[in-house]
């Protein structure tokens, strides 16, 4: 998996900094907004695969949601594949249809039905083509399940929306802010 410069740049921005207090991670929140076939889900699956293996969450939860559940696995099956693809990762992990688990963390590609995901314990959650979400009740569940984890991350991708009033369209004016 080799990184455009524009991938480069994100991970150097999203990791490379840390706050000096604590020495956490300074970002809390991606929002990618990227043309459609620009290898925006292939560099989320490896992001989620870095969150799961080598981001020092114990139990940590990862989550992946889409406005369908078949949209979600599209990331899900680049992270397999790119699991099966490594002979570490692949010795490693434990993978199933819908997840992938590591030690005491997993991966889980899960359904746009909020109301089913109050619990949960996130440390980073995943939301692809975040335009096609119909409210914002999805993100406002996942996004307050981070609440007792030490450096939680939120990464939103999406291609270009149109509805302004939308969570994609909050989210498009507040980074722009």
Not at 37 to 61: H, Q
Not at 106 to 126: C, E, M, P, Q
Request: net charge positive; aromatic share 10%.
């Amino acid at each position: 998996f080799i990184l455009e410069k524009w991938q480069k740049d994100i991970i150097t921005e999203l990791f490379g900094w840390k706050q000096t207090k604590n020495h956490l991670r300074k970002y809390r929140t991606l929002y990618l907004e990227v043309p459609r076939k620009n290898g925006k889900s292939t560099l989320i699956a490896a992001l989620s695969l870095y969150l799961l293996f080598a981001d020092g969450e114990a139990g940590g939860e990862i989550y992946a949601a889409a406005a369908e559940r078949k949209q979600a696995g599209i990331i899900h099956q680049q992270a397999k594949e790119m699991i099966q693809a490594s002979n570490v990762l692949r010795k490693n992990a434990k993978i199933f249809r819908d997840s992938v688990i590591f030690k005491n963390s997993f991966y889980r590609v899960i359904s746009a039905d909020a109301g089913t995901k109050h619990g949960f314990n996130a440390h980073a959650i995943l939301i692809d083509e975040l335009h096609a979400q119909k409210t914002r009740e999805l993100f406002d569940v996942l996004t307050t399940s981070t609440g007792s984890r030490r450096q939680p991350l939120t990464i939103l991708i999406t291609t270009a929306g149109f509805d302004k009033n939308s969570i994609c369209g909050q989210m498009h004016t507040y980074s722009k802010s």
